[in-house]
């Protein structure tokens, strides 16, 4: 069955530290890859997506992600976290030319000022 | 302009009522969908219509039934509400064109009292 896990539930990280979130995938076949982010009490915003070519794509505020076919990975990653990263961050997969979009259950971030 | 917008932003209503969410996107694109996310932040599809045809309809009871009159609406009308359909929905829409990169609206905070 198509998945899509994140390992850490919640992060507590101080301001400054890097940040290092894990998100794999289960499907069979050519995917499309997304994270997005919620801050507290608004809707969910696009922060990066990987549909080909250089697996290691760059987003808003500084964010990035690296796609490694191998492990079915595509981990998000910051130098150096702000206390306005404290949110809710979630990994997604679609297969590509699909309808639908799977989302992994969301990590916590929680940046200590 | 709000790309993706939903209404009411707040519903506040007592089991047993039935009770309409509506959407409506700007952005030109072909697909629309619902999304239902608890109060553990979980993310799970319930619709989706692509020009107007239903071509995701996950687990859902049906007492929930989506209406699309045009490609840039997508309603939700819930019957009978439970104490179990307190939640946030967001509506959400995409297109091909892009990867089908879902561009999510403000949500709709439902409690049932």
């Known amino acids: 069955a198509q998945s899509v896990s994140q390992h850490n539930h919640h992060v507590i990280l101080s301001e400054a530290a890097s940040l290092e979130l894990g998100c794999n995938y289960s499907?069979?076949?050519?995917?499309?890859l997304f994270w997005y982010v919620q801050y507290p009490g608004q809707h969910l915003q696009l922060l990066l997506k990987y549909f080909s070519g250089d697996p290691l794509v760059k987003g808003i505020k500084g964010f990035e992600a690296e796609f490694i076919k191998s492990k079915f990975s595509f981990n998000l990653r910051k130098p150096s976290v702000q206390w306005s990263d404290t949110a809710e961050y979630f990994c997604?997969?679609?297969?590509?030319?699909?309808?639908?979009?799977?989302f992994g259950a969301g990590t916590r971030l929680f940046v200590k000022a | 302009d709000t790309a993706v917008s939903q209404t009411p932003k707040y519903l506040v209503t007592q089991m047993g009522n039935d009770k309409s969410i509506k959407c409506e996107q700007n952005l030109g694109h072909d697909t629309m969908y619902w999304y239902k996310q608890d109060s553990k932040k979980f993310l799970k599809i319930m619709f989706s219509?692509?020009?107007?045809?239903?071509?995701i309809n996950e687990t859902v009871p049906n007492r929930f039934s989506p209406k699309s009159p045009d490609k840039a609406h997508l309603n939700l009308h819930i019957n009978s509400l439970e104490l179990g359909d307190s939640a946030v929905y967001f509506c959400?829409?995409?297109?091909?064109?892009?990867?089908?990169?879902?561009?999510f609206g403000e949500g709709s905070w439902l409690t049932v009292v």
């Open positions: 959400a829409s995409s297109s091909q064109g892009s990867g089908n990169t879902i561009y």
């Open positions: 219509y692509n020009n107007k045809e239903l071509i």
């Open positions: 499907y069979g076949g050519t995917v499309n």
């Open positions: 997604a997969v679609i297969l590509t030319g699909g309808f639908k979009t799977i």
